[in-house]
């Protein structure tokens, strides 16, 4: 099969291009380099692959390199929180342009099968139940309850402290930052090119991806890349909230493999969401405690506060990527996180914008 990657030399996309030529398929690979995640220089462990440097939002170097392609892995994003609203246009041009550029492209070249890097921010809160209504959204967490330490989400019709479930891919979507919203934006273009087209569309909704090639020190990594940093440096990673709350961490190794059997099997419906995740929830702080293990560094500090678009718990359900795709997670928590500890990662970015 010949694939086009995009976002080739990024931390996730450049596992999947590995595994995609170890596996003896044929890889064009493509980024933008953004320096916010690059610094403008290209990866050593990418150079192997011979990436064209250029941006998913230039039409004509898409007709070039889609030529005889039969599937695309769209992993290019621009990623982080997306706080600020003055990030706003970046986020919609990158995600969501690129991708109606990247979309109508595929259509001139006659391309019916993608692949879309989806996330587990679409869901902002995940589900919950309560003793007395059963499952509900909950409301909104008050900064009284916040500043009290008082964190976990209550029931909207009554006072009861909700009890967290898995997330299933049919749960309610509820983007809470601009970054989420543009991924949801980029399934529902997906959606209707699929539709018009009679192509598929498998949308892998990653939850919190770490491993080898992870960014470090800059806006764009992820919790366990902070707290690797900050034992590095000898201190006590800092742990927000209480640290009970509840997460996924799925191994990056993972994921790309779980790309692969979705560009090995059609997807039931013309826009397919998977949960791309291990199964095995754990805590932030058990995060932050197993990595000073393994570093042999100080124990963490659980500091309080809670970030503005932050959610208490979201763990997934795994099963539709089991039935569908034939997809378990390979890599335990404790394996996977005491490798983190000396796994290489990605150098900070030269300039931000």
Not at 119 to 141: F, I, K, L, N, Q
Not at 148 to 153: E, Q, V
Not at 185 to 190: K, N, T
Not at 219 to 236: D, H, M
């Amino acid at each position: 099969m010949r694939v086009l990657v995009t976002g080739a030399a990024g931390f996730i996309g450049s596992q999947v291009a590995d595994l995609l030529v170890a596996e003896g398929h044929e890889l064009v690979a493509m980024d933008a380099l953004l320096p916010q995640a690059h610094g403008g220089e290209l990866p050593e462990w990418s150079r192997r692959h011979d990436p064209v440097v250029g941006d998913v939002r230039d039409p004509e170097l898409l007709d070039r390199l889609l030529a005889g392609v039969d599937a695309v892995c769209h992993q290019a994003a621009m990623v982080g929180h997306g706080l600020d609203p003055s990030d706003a246009p970046a986020y919609a041009s990158h995600n969501d342009y690129g991708t109606a550029v990247l979309l109508a492209a595929m259509h001139r070249a006659g391309v019916t099968r993608l692949v879309l890097a989806s996330s587990m921010v679409v869901y902002g809160e995940g589900r919950y139940e309560c003793a007395r209504h059963g499952t509900v959204r909950p409301a909104p967490r008050r900064s009284t309850d916040l500043a009290a330490g008082r964190y976990d989400p209550t029931c909207p019709h009554c006072p009861s402290t909700l009890t967290p479930a898995l997330v299933p891919e049919d749960a309610p979507l509820e983007p809470r930052s601009t970054y989420a919203a543009s991924k949801l934006a980029q399934e529902h273009l997906a959606a209707a090119w699929a539709r018009q087209t009679g192509g598929g569309v498998w949308a892998l909704r990653y939850h919190n991806v770490y491993g080898p090639r992870m960014p470090r020190d800059t806006p764009y990594a992820g919790v366990a890349s902070i707290f690797r940093s900050a034992l590095a440096a000898g201190r006590p990673p800092q742990v927000l909230e209480d640290g009970r709350q509840r997460r996924d961490f799925v191994h990056v190794s993972d994921v790309a493999r779980a790309n692969l059997l979705a560009l090995a099997t059609p997807p039931p419906q013309p826009l397919t969401p998977v949960n791309v995740c291990s199964g095995e929830p754990r805590t932030v702080g058990e995060l932050a405690a197993t990595l000073a293990t393994a570093m042999a560094g100080p124990a963490p500090l659980v500091v309080g506060g809670a970030r503005s678009a932050d959610v208490r718990h979201v763990v997934a359900d795994p099963r539709r990527a089991t039935d569908l795709l034939g997809y378990t997670a390979r890599v335990g928590f404790t394996d996977g996180v005491t490798a983190f500890a000396t796994d290489p990662l990605r150098e900070p970015a030269a300039l931000t914008v």
